[in-house]
């Protein structure tokens, strides 16, 4: 995707990420909402109750920082939720937001994605925090997912969906994509037995390849976000990502 796409070019951009999404399984009907900050700081949104797969260009909304509306139509009532995330994350530009089925079994069943299975994943986005249960299109579901955006840049959020950030509409869809397919992987390998982690000093191996590959995805294990188990593992170069500590 460009790197200063026009209105136009976004609007269709959300559209096609929107339908995307209901194509892969990943939303049903109205499920899910995307959205793009642009440079002065407004977002552009998918609209409220609409079936995604017949979402067109010109019924994304346009709003304010704040998600209000400064045109017609009606935001996508979780708005609150992608606000939030813009504001703990000065460096995103979009928002992809959808139901990935395996992903939120897991949060059902109460189990969680920080446990260091997968390669691809360590070195990406390192693990996938859960949010805690929040009422879906009010602050209590917002409030968590400020917490945890803030050094991930993918989060299930319990009962309910996953959150992906990204620095264009095609970044966060990618980890949409990575949340599901190693949540998929994962849910094979607890079928056939046990799924083992992998060590600290391997995932220490792992994330020091990070730089060489020009990854700078904001890493669980490098913020330590939620990783009490992996505290003495920390990249020490860049792309370590916005961590607690430096809220």
Not at 222 to 228: D, Q
Request: contains cysteine; proline residues 6%.
């Amino acid at each position: 995707m460009s790197a200063s796409p026009d209105l136009v070019t976004l609007r269709r951009q959300i559209a096609e990420i929107a339908r995307l999404c209901w194509e892969r399984g990943y939303i049903g009907a109205v499920d899910g909402n995307v959205s793009v900050r642009l440079d002065d700081g407004s977002l552009l949104v998918t609209p409220s109750g609409t079936i995604k797969f017949l979402l067109e260009p010109d019924m994304i909304v346009h709003t304010d920082a704040r998600g209000v509306p400064s045109g017609g139509g009606r935001a996508s009532s979780e708005i609150r939720m992608h606000v939030v995330c813009y504001e703990e994350r000065p460096d995103i530009r979009a928002i992809v937001h959808a139901h990935p089925p395996t992903a939120v079994a897991f949060s059902l069943a109460g189990l969680d994605m920080m446990q260091a299975l997968i390669p691809e994943l360590v070195v990406t986005l390192g693990a996938v925090p859960t949010a805690p249960y929040g009422t879906p299109g009010t602050d209590e579901l917002a409030r968590p997912v400020r917490e945890l955006i803030r050094c991930a840049d993918a989060v299930i959020m319990e009962r309910h969906g996953a959150i992906c950030v990204g620095l264009d509409l095609l970044d966060a869809y990618k980890k949409l994509e990575q949340v599901e397919h190693n949540a998929r992987i994962t849910f094979m390998a607890r079928l056939l037995g046990q799924a083992r982690e992998m060590s600290p000093d391997e995932v220490k191996r792992l994330l020091a390849t990070r730089q060489d590959l020009g990854i700078a995805t904001t890493n669980v294990y490098c913020t330590h976000c939620g990783m009490p188990g992996f505290a003495g593992v920390r990249l020490g170069t860049g792309g370590e990502g916005r961590g607690r500590e430096e809220k």
